[in-house]
């Protein structure tokens, strides 16, 4: 069956609202011989003559009748899934939203996050979901609606991607480790034993990178796959935990940080999400309530942790 006109519905509900072939043709902004040729097609397509004249005016047949009603639904309905999105009511919005991310963001983020979302839009929940790769299939099938990660050259291109901030490693152990006293070098660093957090199993990271390049090596005495794990160890241990500053802030808060003995590459974590929820606009909001949450926290003095200069 051949796909029928959808147009010839906007042009049925115009004639018969307006009872006229030169004033539906005026409202369309439509020549009369067009309209015309249009009501043919619409006599043609529905097997009746749907306005007859009476006189010099039109009048609609009974079929006509009783399809006004419903054409005129039709359109409107049709016209308001083709207009741009009206402005978001928070106070009603009623949806949840799944964020994938790693150990520390919920810590330093998540309370004020949820407190936003409770002022702002009652009825929007947040499911925090720890993220355990970097597969991006959850994004693009919807199970996920927004990851937070650092932007790698494996990152699909096609993912839309927004800088939340940067950070750096610093380096933490127990309070009455041996580095949380004195001098801390480059020699002390590198002879101590670390825990090398790797949520991908993986021996070696960014760090081990760009320690190798300088033609230094730790001591790697174990392996976790979050931060949260590497500072726990820490704490009733000699290990040495190298982890991202600003996302651990509240994880550390009891431990002994200090900076790093050598210089070592800047992170930058980001929010990651699929092309089509782009233009959604509850998720366009949720995205910049996260922003500005994270801009807030940040901006906030660091008096959980002293960052020790080495």
């Given at each position: 069956m051949s796909t029928p006109d959808l147009n010839l519905l906007i042009t049925l509900d115009a004639l018969l609202a307006e009872g006229s072939v030169a004033r539906?043709?005026?409202?369309?902004?439509?020549?009369?011989?067009?309209?015309?040729?249009?009501?043919?097609?619409?006599?043609?397509?529905?097997?009746?003559?749907?306005?007859?004249?009476?006189?010099?005016?039109?009048?609609?047949?009974?079929?006509?009748?009783?399809?006004?009603?419903?054409?005129?639904?039709?359109?409107?309905?049709?016209?308001?899934?083709?207009?741009?999105?009206?402005?978001?009511?928070?106070?009603?919005?009623?949806?949840?939203?799944?964020?994938?991310?790693?150990?520390?963001?919920?810590?330093?983020?998540?309370?004020?996050?949820?407190?936003?979302?409770?002022?702002?839009?009652?009825?929007?929940?947040?499911?925090?979901?720890?993220?355990?790769?970097?597969?991006?299939?959850?994004?693009?099938?919807?199970?996920?609606?927004?990851?937070?990660?650092?932007?790698?050259?494996?990152?699909?291109?096609?993912?839309?991607?927004?800088?939340?901030?940067?950070?750096?490693?610093?380096?933490?152990?127990?309070?009455?480790?041996?580095?949380?006293?004195?001098?801390?070098?480059?020699?002390?660093?590198?002879?101590?034993?670390?825990?090398?957090?790797?949520?991908?199993?993986?021996?070696?990271?960014?760090?081990d990178q760009t320690f190798n390049s300088q033609g230094l090596q730790r001591n790697i005495a174990t392996l976790v796959s979050g931060f949260a794990a590497a500072l726990a160890l820490t704490r009733d241990s000699q290990l040495i935990a190298t982890v991202p500053e600003r996302h651990t802030r509240h994880l550390r808060s009891d431990l002994f940080s200090f900076t790093l003995p050598l210089p070592t590459p800047a992170i930058g974590l980001s929010l990651i999400w699929h092309p089509r929820m782009d233009a959604d606009p509850a998720h366009r909001w949720l995205r910049g309530c996260i922003r500005e949450v994270c801009t807030q926290v940040l901006g906030q003095p660091d008096t959980l942790s002293k960052i020790v200069q080495a």
């Amino acid at each position: 069956m051949s796909t029928p006109d959808l147009n010839l519905l906007i042009t049925l509900d115009a004639l018969l609202a307006e009872g006229s072939v030169a004033r539906a043709a005026q409202r369309l902004h439509l020549s009369p011989s067009a309209m015309s040729r249009a009501l043919a097609r619409l006599r043609t397509t529905t097997g009746d003559p749907l306005l007859v004249r009476a006189g010099r005016c039109l009048v609609p047949t009974p079929r006509a009748i009783e399809l006004r009603d419903q054409v005129r639904q039709l359109v409107q309905d049709a016209t308001a899934v083709l207009r741009p999105v009206e402005q978001l009511d928070l106070g009603h919005l009623v949806r949840t939203f799944t964020l994938r991310t790693s150990d520390g963001f919920v810590e330093n983020f998540g309370p004020a996050l949820i407190q936003r979302l409770a002022a702002e839009a009652p009825g929007v929940r947040v499911y925090f979901l720890q993220k355990l790769s970097k597969d991006s299939t959850p994004l693009r099938e919807g199970s996920v609606d927004l990851d937070t990660g650092v932007v790698e050259p494996g990152t699909s291109p096609q993912l839309h991607t927004r800088l939340l901030f940067e950070d750096r490693f610093v380096g933490v152990v127990r309070h009455g480790h041996p580095l949380s006293q004195g001098q801390i070098t480059v020699a002390r660093y590198m002879a101590g034993q670390h825990v090398l957090v790797s949520r991908r199993g993986l021996d070696t990271g960014l760090l081990d990178q760009t320690f190798n390049s300088q033609g230094l090596q730790r001591n790697i005495a174990t392996l976790v796959s979050g931060f949260a794990a590497a500072l726990a160890l820490t704490r009733d241990s000699q290990l040495i935990a190298t982890v991202p500053e600003r996302h651990t802030r509240h994880l550390r808060s009891d431990l002994f940080s200090f900076t790093l003995p050598l210089p070592t590459p800047a992170i930058g974590l980001s929010l990651i999400w699929h092309p089509r929820m782009d233009a959604d606009p509850a998720h366009r909001w949720l995205r910049g309530c996260i922003r500005e949450v994270c801009t807030q926290v940040l901006g906030q003095p660091d008096t959980l942790s002293k960052i020790v200069q080495a």
